[in-house]
């Protein structure tokens, strides 16, 4: 996107929420107790950015890389990155050293500020990768960060940036292999607060719980960075605990009224004593995203007051690209919603056609919130974007009469099996009708008769009694014949990756 620079004073929601309304919260750390206005958390940006200049040289395009569990310090060094021009790196911190190792290689920080929790990796990475420079997180407590903005003195001038500038790289979930450096521009950044506000009733009362992983675009960018544009307050859980989610939500001093999860936050707190009695009528905009949800856990929500609203996005659209509104969650069961504003979206055939109405085919998506790309990666870029500029989202989608997208599956999880196309997820569906299905994925396996078949993964509730031929019963009386998943396998726990997506290719296929 060309045009003349925006100042990052102009771009920059702390700085400018802590010269209109400095005493209002910005920021609440639930695991140190820590709670920031929007003066204290700008004067804490100010004192990173000097660090990080002054003690490690870090200035326009270089990787800042953070490796932690969720902190509000997480969010002081990304509005650091900003006003340096430098580039905001979060490191999932699920995945093993040899990972890590092929991120750090590819995107090659300049530094890595890392938790006391994760020194030994830090450690290990800093050998492997010949890294410049590392230094320590802690909460809030001693360590190489606290002193060192402690410490800082200056003052710091914000560099401009334009709009197609990259702010962020995320690396995606790697549900399919190697992850690929997603670059988060600040058009991306810009538009999707705008649609999330929009979409959610962000307003400056809101209140957002940061449960995702903030190495997530969902931890980072569905509501917490939408809801600092908007001058609200994030509220950052350290770590999921589905006890402890039902606590914080329910509890009218906090005052929750925006959060998102993934299905499996949601069906894990479902099953956590007290839930049917819970008052959380206060929180207004309680979303699920990131896989598909089951439509049994939507009901489920439903029966006891909550409207679970389901969501679509990814890495590399903003994240949010569909949002369905709260008054059609029951009517429109099973819908992702509707494009958001800024935001084109068709589903195509194979050959790049658009499909007929209700017809299944590849949800394709093109603005401003759409990623230029990623990170070192051309090939990438090449079989991701057409000629024309839409992205291949991967995922298979159909329209209705009214205009509502339903994301039928992931288009690579499809399988054919008798020549019949068969999608994963509504196989799945079916399973979770069942009471006693904690969680369940379905693949498909190679078959000498029909090509490939289903074989279905489930997770029971404690003290279900269900058995592989009566999942196969009620499968059978729902599902045409062809999608009657053909093994049945009980499991203790399904794969997943730190958002809670299920990672389906770790499962056997033999």
């Known amino acids: 996107m060309a045009g003349d620079p925006l100042s990052i004073k102009q771009q920059d929601w702390i700085s400018h929420h802590a010269g209109f309304a400095p005493r209002r919260e910005a920021l609440h750390d639930l695991n140190s107790g820590r709670r ?74 300049a530094v890595l500020l890392h938790g006391l929790e994760f020194s030994d990796e830090a450690a290990k990475l ?15 407590g001693p360590s190489d960060y606290e002193s060192g903005i402690a410490s800082a003195n200056g003052t710091i001038t914000p560099v401009d940036r334009v709009l197609d500038d990259t702010w962020t790289i995320l690396y995606t979930s790697g549900t399919s292999g190697r992850p690929k450096g997603a670059q988060i521009t600040y058009s991306m950044m810009l538009f999707n607060g705008l649609d999330c506000a929009m979409t959610g009733d962000l307003v400056s009362t809101s209140r957002n719980l940061v449960i995702l992983p903030t190495f997530h675009t969902g931890g980072l960018n569905v509501w917490a960075n ?22 914080i939500l329910a509890d009218k001093e906090l005052c929750i009224t925006h959060t998102l999860g993934v299905p499996t936050n949601f069906l894990m707190m479902a099953e956590v004593p007290g839930f049917a009695d819970a008052d959380l009528s206060h929180v207004t905009c309680l979303c699920v995203g990131g896989a598909a949800a089951p439509k049994s856990m939507i009901q489920d929500y439903a029966d006891v007051g909550v409207k679970l609203r389901a969501m679509y996005g990814m890495t ?27 935001t ?53 989608a159909r329209v209705d009469d009214e205009g509502y997208y339903f994301i ?3 288009w690579k999880d499809m399988f054919i099996s008798g020549g019949e196309n068969v999608y994963p997820v509504e196989v799945e569906n079916v399973i979770y009708q069942l009471s006693g299905v904690l969680e369940n994925a379905v693949i498909g396996i190679p078959d000498d008769k029909w090509g490939e078949v289903g074989r ?23 599902l045409a014949t062809y999608k009657v998943p053909k093994q049945v396998q009980l499991i203790d726990e399904l794969p997943h990756n730190a958002t809670g997506k299920v990672l389906k290719y770790e499962l056997p296929k033999d």
């Open 408 to 410: 039928v599956d992931r």
């Open 456 to 478: 279905a993964y489930v997770v029971l509730k404690e003290g279900a009694n269900i058995d592989e031929a009566a999942l196969v019963d009620h499968c059978k009386s729902q």
């Open 226 to 247: 939408p809801l600092f544009q908007a001058g609200g307050c994030n509220v950052v859980m350290r770590c999921f605990d589905p006890a402890d989610l039902l606590e």
């Open 126 to 140: 800093a050998e492997l990768c010949a890294l410049p420079a590392t230094a320590s997180l802690n909460n809030g």
């Open 316 to 342: 590399e659209i903003g994240p949010l690209g569909l949002a369905l509104p709260g008054d059609k969650s029951l009517e429109k069961l099973g819908s992702s919603g509707l494009p958001t504003m800024h």
């Open 36 to 109: 920031f206005s929007y003066a204290e958390m700008d004067e804490r940006v100010d004192r990173v950015s000097l660090w990080l200049k002054n003690s490690f040289g870090i200035g326009i395009g270089d990787r800042v890389a953070v490796l932690c569990h969720n902190d509000s310090d997480v969010f002081e060094i990304q509005f650091a990155c900003r006003r340096l021009g430098a580039i905001f790196l979060p490191l999932n911190w699920r995945l093993a050293v040899p990972e890590l190792e092929y991120i750090c290689n590819d995107a090659t920080p």
């Open 344 to 396: 084109k979206m068709k589903v195509c055939n194979p050959d790049g056609s658009p499909t007929l109405q209700g017809d299944v085919g590849e949800l394709m998506i093109k603005g401003p919130s759409v990623t230029n790309g990623y990170w070192n990666n051309p090939q990438a870029n090449a079989a991701a974007f057409t000629e024309d500029g839409w992205f291949h989202t991967g995922d298979a």
